[in-house]
């Protein structure tokens, strides 16, 4: 099972309030949905409290008072923002680094490697175990389930961006890059375009089929 990091003592804001950003984002959703129907915002809501808190604190989690506010805009019950919030990995209801490290062991991503993922993780940061964030506060390493995209295994997502075909080496010379405040570019990190095949097509290339003998 993944698992969260432990928030620090009196780590639970007691206000939170949207920016002018946030409002122009909620603006955008509900008008998606009847007034009546606008609970249904609550998911996208949430994402919104969370890149709040990111941009405002350098940590990316959703507050327990935060989900009261996103309660009372949406006229729905606490508890029910509660079920959602707790309910998805994506979301983090404890603070976590300013990086968030989401490695991926399911199957594909295990056969391809993400065992040597998760040791370059714990050995660039010092961190000992899934769910624990390093002592310099910069990232937070976190075990999650299948990422979608399993053709470019092994991934380990920071924050939004996906870094794909990775192995240990690369893996240290990414989080090297983030330490210095630098954002690698996120997609394939060997030399291949999006999914297609490592070392470039093999079929469908535009050659000229050979005509047979006496032809032509």
Request: aromatic residues 6%; contains cysteine; glycine residues 8%.
């Amino acid at each position: 099972m993944s698992t969260q990091p432990t928030a620090p003592t009196g780590a639970e804001p007691t206000h939170f309030a949207f920016d002018a950003e946030s409002e122009q984002q909620i603006a955008v959703i509900l008008a998606k949905y009847p007034p009546e129907r606008k609970a249904s915002g609550v998911l996208p809501l949430l994402y919104v409290v969370q890149k709040q808190m990111g941009r405002q604190t350098g940590s990316a989690w959703i507050p327990r008072i935060a989900m009261d506010v996103v309660a009372e805009r949406l006229e729905m019950a606490p508890i029910r923002v509660y079920e959602v919030a707790t309910f998805y990995l994506m979301f983090n209801t404890k603070p976590i680094g300013r990086y968030h490290l989401q490695v991926c062991t399911t199957t594909s991503c295990w056969l391809r490697g993400s065992d040597d993922v998760t040791a370059a993780c714990k050995k660039a940061t010092g961190i000992k175990a899934f769910g624990e964030t390093s002592t310099d506060g910069l990232f937070t390493l976190t075990e999650v389930e299948c990422l979608g995209a399993c053709a470019n295994a092994p991934i380990l997502q920071v924050d939004d961006d996906y870094y794909e075909d990775l192995d240990g080496p690369r893996t240290l010379e990414l989080i090297e890059a983030l330490k210095r405040g630098e954002r690698p570019t996120p997609g394939p990190t060997i030399d291949r375009l999006n999914s297609a095949p490592a070392g470039g097509r093999r079929v469908l290339v535009d050659e000229t089929a050979a005509k047979p003998q006496g032809q032509g």
